[in-house]
């Protein structure tokens, strides 16, 4: 309850306390939780420009991608074949267990 005998309206169950009327805090800075979608909403569609463009266009430029290829290719032979060959015969040795 407030200092005044009534129910505080938009308070929380989970133990959250709001300013007390002794506080610094002016009421201009006091939000309402019904209004917190509306004023986050008006916030986001302020930076319109800067949502769904990726990276900027300098950075999309300076990466260097001519070795990707080379990189991927190397990949194919992170397990040696003596490995494959080992692997591959306790699966057929597994089959038959």
């Known amino acids: 309850e407030d200092p005044k005998g009534g129910a505080q309206e938009g308070s929380s169950s ?3 306390e709001l300013p ?3 506080s610094a805090v002016p009421p201009a800075l006091c939000v309402q939780a019904d209004d ?3 004023i986050l ?3 986001l569609g302020n930076f319109e420009k800067l949502r769904d463009e990726g990276p ?3 950075i999309q430029d300076v990466r260097d991608n001519s070795k990707d290829a080379e990189y991927w290719e ?7 074949e003596r490995t494959l060959k080992l692997w591959d015969a306790l699966g057929a040795a597994l089959l038959e267990y």
């Open 20 to 22: 007390s009327s002794g």
């Open 56 to 58: 900027p266009r300098e």
């Open 74 to 80: 190397s990949l194919t032979c992170v397990i040696p």
């Open 36 to 38: 917190v979608l509306r």
């Open 14 to 16: 989970q133990g959250e």
């Open 41 to 43: 909403k008006e916030f």
